[in-house]
């Protein structure tokens, strides 16, 4: 079930004489789609209030008696750019896509394409169930998944929000912007090309949302298909390949826009889940995001329902407060974060097209699952949970996991299996083969309420817990969430928490000794950190790594250093 505030957007191309022809896009016929927008917190903000970008204020006065202005009406400029308020110029508050007047002014930023061959040429063959253009893809396809997807970066603040997205095992879509806000050209300044490799080396999806964010709905066909050719560029520059995921600007895209792209070969991605956070960036806002997700989680069950969610990483209340609330509800309601092409059952070989015409499409190596779960990107082999990939894609040794729906391209099946071949490596880095003992940890903090397992429970492998499966003793954490999941935090310990399958109150008191042992490129420990090729650092979800998300509030000592 789902509860949304979506298509806020869809209307915003409207708004002003730069973003002409409002068009509502079409929504694949039998979806579940309408029936669950209807009258539940679904309708758009009014349309006044929509800012789909962030706002600009270009340092420029109203237009005056000056006879460098431009415009309809007026003129071109020449060898500059034409300000949203009809002014030649050549700084950023002149130059900045998307509201630079592209049309009268030649420097603008939209037009300025990257260096090396066009993209023009290159075969874009339809491979895959999702399908090209037309309608485009509004929800997912595999219950418990949430497609968390963000617009408009790679920002400032981007970086920040992969620390986060670390912390918690969780991958995400970015719907990269190649030239806008005035921030530079993705493949030409140094921190957005060394962010864009991060997102791929981390796990997550990189697809286009155009080079500079102008209305596709009211481009011709050569400016339209510069706007995905020059994203493709930079991509090319930078990865070597470019996407087949997209997200049109404003969220719209007409027949005209969807038969465009099925011919560039691209998934048009738009979304059922919307915060609104590009609407209530500022503090005392941001609580009614978090309200519209509260609705939306309330009544999800993951054992039938999934989201695609937007929201956009060039809003500071969105990085650096939203997205650690839903992440943390996420996960203790039983919902995993995914890429977009997980979410649609797409493999990862579909996602991208090679930028050498005569070059193969690269395809991603499989990581070895850290934290239980597995899909097309994530394989079960050599884990410790496991070499079997579920039907629901968690990682276990059991009929359960290895028999019916089976996932056989994310881990063996048919049956249990102990040992396995693989050739896929654990992490963007490379850690010896090893075999250890990590030594006996005590924590001791408040007293908590538990039930402590009994002869007839078994151990959860996969993060679930029930009467019959406990978590003390697994690798999830010792608490049992109300939704029946595994966690050590306030989410799994606090209210709800069901002291039959583990402790509850978020805080511990616990000795154990815990002892690890493996025999791939995966992490030196599972439960002691210290020497693991990911950091050094267990955050407050689990999980390791060397940064301040890692390190700094939260840290758990028990199971490697913090600062």
């Not at 022809?21 to 009258?39: N, Y």
């Not at 719907?175 to 921190?191: C, Q, R, V, W």
């Not at 650092?537 to 940064?547: D, E, L, V």
Request: aromatic fraction near 8%; charge should be negative.
């Amino acid at each position: 079930m789902k509860s949304v505030s979506l298509l806020a957007t869809v209307a915003l191309a409207s708004l002003s004489s730069a973003h002409p022809g409002p068009a509502m896009p079409k929504l694949m016929g039998g979806r579940e789609f309408l029936q669950t927008i209807k009258g539940r917190n679904a309708m758009p903000a009014p349309i006044a209030n929509l800012v789909h970008v962030e706002e600009r204020t270009p340092e420029v006065g109203p237009r005056a008696e000056d006879p460098n202005t431009c415009g309809p009406g007026v003129g071109s400029c020449v060898n500059a750019c034409c300000s949203p308020e009809g002014y030649c110029g050549t700084t950023e508050e002149y130059c900045a896509a998307p509201d630079c007047q592209f049309e009268y002014g030649p420097l603008c930023d939209t037009l300025q394409a990257p260096s090396g061959a066009s993209t023009a040429n290159i075969a874009r063959p339809h491979i895959g169930d999702v399908p090209y253009g037309g309608a485009g893809v509004y929800d997912c396809q595999v219950a418990g998944d949430i497609a968390f997807t963000f617009d408009d970066g790679p920002y400032l603040y981007t970086n920040d929000l992969l620390d986060k997205l670390a912390a918690y095992g969780a991958k995400a879509t970015f719907m990269i912007t190649g030239n806008n806000l005035g921030k530079g050209a993705i493949d030409t300044t140094p921190e957005y090309v060394t962010v864009i490799k991060r997102m791929i080396a981390e796990g997550h999806q990189v697809a286009s949302h155009t080079w500079g964010h102008q209305n596709l709905t009211s481009l011709d066909p050569t400016t339209f298909k510069n706007q995905m050719y020059y994203n493709e560029m930079a991509f090319r520059n930078i990865l070597g390949y470019f996407p087949t995921y997209m997200r049109p600007p404003y969220s719209e895209c007409n027949d005209t826009c969807g038969d465009l792209m099925a011919d560039l070969g691209y998934h048009v991605t738009y979304f059922d889940l919307d915060t609104e956070g590009y609407l209530n960036d500022a503090a005392n806002l941001i609580q009614k995001s978090k309200n519209i997700w509260d609705a939306a989680i309330a009544t999800a069950n993951p054992a039938t329902d999934n989201y695609l969610e937007i929201e956009h990483d060039i809003h500071y209340q969105t990085v650096y407060n939203l997205t650690d609330y839903i992440l943390a509800s996420m996960y203790s309601h039983g919902f995993k974060s995914v890429t977009v092409g997980n979410c649609l059952g797409d493999p990862s070989e579909n996602w991208y097209r090679s930028g050498d015409p005569n070059a193969a499409v690269p395809t991603p190596s499989q990581q070895v699952s850290d934290d239980g779960s597995c899909n097309a990107d994530i394989t079960c082999l050599g884990s410790i949970y496991g070499n079997c990939c579920s039907i629901n894609g968690f990682c276990g040794s059991t009929d359960a996991y290895c028999g019916t729906g089976c996932q056989p391209g994310s881990g063996t099946c048919s049956g249990s299996s102990t040992t396995s071949t693989s050739t896929a490596k654990a992490s963007t880095s490379t850690a010896k083969a090893s075999t250890s003992t990590a030594k006996a940890s005590t924590s001791t903090t408040k007293t908590s309420t538990s039930a402590q397992s009994t002869s007839t429970q078994k151990v959860s492998t996969d993060g679930s817990c029930s009467s019959s499966i406990t978590c003390i003793g697994s690798s999830y954490g010792d608490c049992c969430s109300e939704h029946g999941y595994c966690g050590s935090t306030i989410g799994y310990c606090g209210t709800g928490c069901q002291p039959i399958a583990g402790t509850c109150s978020a805080s511990t008191t616990s000795t154990k000794k815990i002892t690890s042992t493996t025999t791939t490129s995966t992490a030196v420990a599972t439960s002691t950190l210290k020497g693991s090729s990911y950091g050094n650092c267990c955050s407050t979800h689990g999980y390791c790594g060397s940064t301040t998300a890692y390190c700094g509030t939260g840290c758990q000592k028990g199971f490697g250093t913090c600062t």
